[in-house]
């Protein structure tokens, strides 16, 4: 079993839609949780971080943790075509380590 | 502000030869570095991480070695390169602690 599992895609939506991006992760030591949006060809860029269960909400972004589920994921609200990217799911065990999901593709239809 | 610098952005090298890859942090003291490599269509495997000067670890066993010869200098190196060592090579660095990390702009490596 991998450490952090995520759907590969291509996950489309159209735009103005909301796009549901998941990933579980298989230590239930995990301590912090990472979502990064990577454009082809570029480094991934930090969207946003959780620690606590529960939503964590920053401008069209929701992340949402379920510890208990082994769980996360991210919601984009109002989705652009601007959106199009891998989408990477990391996790951290509070040993400095982060580890990667392999990502999953948006594509947003214009 | 905080900035990583990576150099160089791109790199075409032959099989056999010596690799050196530069990552530099301005703007932090005594960051967590990392490097990473993705290969075409892979996600990103962590191949080395520091947490202080001459602190090494080494995630997976392979061909590459990394030094940290001053706090804010990470610095990813081959004696002899083979063709599976192709990818995207990426440095990140997160603040002592461990929390969220940021990565450089990455180094194409190409072996051929």
């Known amino acids: 079993q991998k450490e952090v599992e995520q759907n590969s895609g291509p996950l489309s939506v159209p735009e103005g839609a909301i796009a549901s991006l998941n990933c579980t992760y298989s230590d239930r030591g995990s301590q912090s949780f990472f979502w990064y949006r990577q454009y082809s060809g570029k480094s991934p860029e930090l969207i946003m971080f959780?620690?606590?269960?529960g939503d964590k909400e920053d401008g069209r972004f929701t992340a949402q943790l379920n510890k208990a589920s082994q769980y996360v994921s991210l919601l984009i609200r109002d989705s652009q075509p601007s959106d199009s990217a891998t989408y990477l799911c990391?996790?951290?065990?509070?040993?400095?380590?982060?580890?990667f999901g392999t990502g999953t593709r948006l594509k947003v239809l214009a | 502000s905080q900035t990583i610098h990576q150099w160089p952005a791109t790199l075409v090298q032959p099989v056999g030869s010596p690799l050196s890859l530069e990552c530099t942090v301005e703007?932090?003291?005594?960051?967590?570095l990392y490097w990473y490599r993705q290969a075409a269509g892979r996600g990103l495997q962590l191949l080395f991480y520091?947490?202080?000067?001459?602190?090494i670890s080494s995630e997976v066993p392979q061909n590459l070695s990394a030094s940290r010869p001053q706090d804010r200098q990470f610095i990813l190196s081959s004696k002899k390169l083979l063709l599976s060592d192709s990818g995207f090579y990426l440095c990140a660095w997160s603040r002592p602690g461990g929390t969220e990390a940021f990565f450089g702009q990455g180094t194409r490596l190409t072996v051929v």
């Open positions: 959780i620690y606590s269960n």
């Open positions: 703007g932090t003291s005594n960051p967590n």
């Open positions: 990391a996790v951290d065990r509070g040993t400095y380590k982060y580890i």
């Open positions: 520091s947490v202080g000067i001459g602190q």
